[in-house]
């Protein structure tokens, strides 16, 4: 399904023009599911991690926010330090656990 509208948009997001990777995209209800909005082709549209971020969740507003165009030259900014800020989350991730980890083993040589 996600491979048919990505090929149907020519994998680039709907709102701001942006053509990424299979990965930089999802893929968006039109209506939402909770409005009664269906799993098909034709209520399904691609956009880019930062559109989709923004994206609101009725159906209307969704519209409306799909028709205001945006050049994804500026959008370009945020999709960096986006990618930056999930880099940095799962680094810090990584270091807790190994905090953890040496602290466990801290606390074996002590007992
Ligand atoms: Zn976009």
């Keep these: 399904m996600k491979q048919e509208i990505l090929k149907r948009d020519n994998f680039t997001c709907k709102k701001c023009g942006f053509r990424g990777k299979e990965t930089e995209l999802e893929i968006h209800h039109i209506i939402p599911k909770f409005e009664g909005g269906k799993d098909m082709i034709e209520n399904l549209v691609t956009l880019c991690s930062i559109c989709h ?52 083993k801290l606390q074996k040589v002590i007992n």
């Design 53 to 104: 971020k923004h994206a609101p969740d009725k159906g209307i507003e969704f519209k409306k926010y799909l028709k205001e165009k945006i050049d994804w030259k500026i959008l370009d900014t945020f999709r960096k330090s986006d990618y930056s800020i999930s880099r940095r989350t799962k680094k810090g991730m990584a270091n807790t656990v190994k905090k953890e980890n040496i602290f466990l």
